[in-house]
């Protein structure tokens, strides 16, 4: 069942803390409320058309992967029950259902912790031109979508604007300090392995992905979206064939009709066809539905 599209929460007399491309946060005193709208953005712009249920796959998987890796990591989630948030924004149960988390406040680790399972992206670009990524160097020969001899953690900045930059550990370090990057660098590959090997046996490869962590309380926690097609490349199983780029769980149908249409990736941001935002919503749903089991 397809829901209609949030654009954009409205939430009046509640203290927006910030929006970003996809989600709203909202102040709750000690906690913050995370509201995953529909919007998707592409090529760094934030699309007119927003893409039904995305939001709700956004959430509900994350909170799916914060259950199955709770013994794995600690995270920031308190409840997605809008019974359990403040008063003040319970009257807007009707934009928050399904699509929203209370979680404690943390104070965010300045890098993204990702981690690379097959050669693909940025990572693809980058092995192309110096046989390595982000300073860890590979064996010579691979293709463009092969496994890696072993998964690799390779941090970016955190950009405001623009494009993260793929960075060096060491650069990792001296932006979030030794220790804390060595915590996050081992807990991002313990949590990708525990992922990667359940997606596996569900049909799905999960690539690569970004982590973000936090402290909460004094406590190092995973925090903000887990393992979801925002934030994942998810490949069927079946299909993988290394030596070219694959089919994904997520906006590749936006990606590809854009090129198609040659925008030149300047404002205004164009208008989708109703085949494509279909798609691309139903790709989404198709993620949610194979790896937690059910139906959004």
């Not at 934009?95 to 406040?105: D, K, P, T, Y």
């Not at 064996?139 to 072993?150: F, Q």
């Not at 694959?246 to 854009?258: A, I, N």
């Amino acid at each position: 069942m397809t829901t209609e599209a949030l654009f954009q929460t409205d939430l009046p007399g509640l203290e927006l803390h910030a929006r970003g491309k996809v989600r709203d946060v909202y102040a709750a005193g000690e906690f913050l409320v995370i509201v995953a709208s529909d919007r998707l953005s592409a090529f760094d712009y934030v699309l007119p058309s927003p893409i039904p249920d995305k939001g709700r796959v956004l959430t509900q998987l994350t909170i799916f992967w914060l259950d199955l890796l709770r013994d794995v990591v600690p995270n920031h989630f308190v409840s997605a029950d809008v019974s359990d948030y403040p008063a003040p924004f319970r009257p807007f149960r009707d934009q928050l259902e399904g699509r929203s988390m209370l979680v404690r406040r943390a104070e965010m680790v300045n890098i993204e912790c990702v981690v690379r399972g097959y050669l693909s992206g940025s990572g693809w670009k980058e092995y192309q031109r110096t046989g390595a990524v982000c300073g860890i160097a590979l064996p010579a020969g691979l293709r463009e979508s092969d496994k890696l001899p072993e998964a690799i953690f390779t941090p970016s900045t955190k950009a405001q604007t623009g494009h993260d930059e793929n960075i060096a550990f060491e650069a990792a370090a001296k932006e979030a300090g030794l220790e804390v990057a060595e915590r996050v660098r081992a807990l991002s590959l313990a949590i990708y392995k525990r992922a990667a090997d359940y997606a596996e046996t569900h049909g799905i490869i999960i690539a690569d992905t970004k982590f973000e962590f936090g402290f909460a309380g004094g406590e190092l926690v995973l925090a903000d979206e887990v393992l979801t097609p925002d934030s994942s490349r998810f490949w069927p199983r079946q299909s993988w064939q290394p030596g070219g780029a694959q089919p994904s769980f997520d906006k590749q149908y936006v990606r590809d009709y854009l090129e198609a249409i040659h925008w030149n990736k300047q404002p205004p941001a164009p208008v989708l066809p109703e085949e494509v935002i279909e798609r691309t919503s139903e790709k989404y749903r198709e993620a949610y539905r194979i790896l937690a089991g059910k139906e959004l």
